[in-house]
């Protein structure tokens, strides 16, 4: 499947990337073990991956399920003393624990590989793969109910109480979904008063509301729909056979990149920094890919031919821009404190 129009909408470099290089620079001690906050089993192949990297490095990663924001006020809390080595994280905040001094540059294999715009240029955080925002539903937790196609559908109420996201004042994913939002609903990086409304308008229909992913919770049917990115509902519907679809919003909606960085005084160091080396890695990026994941090194192909036709068509992913993440980083805070209050009030 080709997709190179959204190739350049997500990178926005040339098409053609850095390649692999053929030498392996993952040889760990046995027994080696590396602490990274936020690699859910369940979510975003990380389960997959986490064996892979045992296998492949000899470094044991344990699963740790909290998300982005948990995990920026951990390694905040444990400054004097760290414990995690790596930190998997939304790139907004992956910036913002670069400005408060949290994690360190780290230019490795893996760094180098990686196009300009989706890395730090310094090493403070490095992209390793990427999804679409849209609409993950469980069809049969719909029962007689349509398919949502776009935002605005939610607002019904015929979906009152149906409707899932994560609390975007703390998860990435409820951050990037919020934004998208946004978007879809006219409002800018400068202006994001259309999605304070929208989220308002929302909680009014009892929306579920967790901090951590809710991947299992919309198998299930408890959360019959749910924000979040194309690969988890990807890997729903043909990895774990659910009833589940995914949707686009037809007002629009956001791709972004998901990143790892080197924790400042990692106390393993050296097996944090083989951690991130192999996730970018021809081996890691595939695994990724086979996960729906887009991957950041090598030409977008690298999605197998079996994934890529599982994926919506490009006319569909034509409706999903990029960012200025920078930006998105800037405003983060300030777009979490006026969510909370709407939702306050």
Not at 95 to 108: H, R, S, T
Not at 138 to 161: F, H, I, S
Not at 208 to 221: D, E, H, M, N, W
Not at 258 to 277: E, R, T
Request: aromatic share 10%; glycine share 8%; net charge negative.
């Amino acid at each position: 499947m080709q997709r190179r129009e959204f190739a350049r909408n997500l990178l926005g470099t040339a098409l053609l990337l850095n390649g692999f290089g053929a030498s392996s620079v993952f040889a760990a001690p046995a027994g080696g073990r590396a602490i990274v906050y936020n690699c859910p089993a369940e979510w975003g192949g990380w389960g997959d991956m986490l064996k892979m990297i045992k296998a492949e490095t000899g470094i044991e990663v344990p699963v740790d399920n909290k998300n982005s924001g948990q995990a920026i006020s951990q390694i905040l809390a444990e400054a004097k003393n760290p414990v995690a080595d790596a930190a998997y994280l939304g790139i907004s905040f992956a910036i913002n624990a670069q400005k408060q001094g949290l994690v360190e540059n780290y230019q490795g294999e893996g760094w180098k590989r990686v196009p300009e715009g989706l890395k730090d240029p310094n090493g403070a955080w490095v992209s390793v793969h990427a999804g679409t925002v849209g609409l993950m539903v469980n069809k049969e937790a719909l029962e007689d109910l349509p398919v949502p196609q776009g935002w605005n559908d939610l607002l019904d109420p015929k979906y009152e109480g149906m409707v899932g996201f994560l609390d975007p004042s703390s998860a990435f994913v409820g951050y990037a979904c919020a934004l998208a939002v946004n978007k879809g609903m006219g409002g800018t990086l400068d202006n994001f008063q259309p999605a304070i409304e929208y989220f308002k308008k929302l909680n009014e229909l009892s929306p579920i509301v967790p901090k951590q992913t809710a991947y299992a919770r919309c198998l299930s049917g408890e959360i019959p729909i749910l924000f979040d990115y194309d690969f988890d509902a990807y890997r729903a519907r043909y990895v774990d056979k659910a009833p589940i679809e995914f949707v686009i919003p037809m007002e629009g909606t956001i791709q972004v990149p998901y990143v790892m960085s080197l924790v400042k005084n990692a106390p393993h160091k050296a097996n944090g920094q083989k951690v991130i080396d192999f996730v970018l890695s021809e081996k890691g990026q595939k695994l990724w890919a086979d996960n729906f994941l887009r991957p950041v090194v090598g030409e977008l192909s690298k999605i197998s031919p079996e994934a890529a036709a599982k994926f919506l068509p490009d006319s569909e992913y034509a409706r999903a821009g990029s960012i200025d993440y920078a930006r998105m980083a800037e405003v983060q805070a300030a777009f979490s404190e006026a969510y909370l209050q709407a939702m306050k009030s």
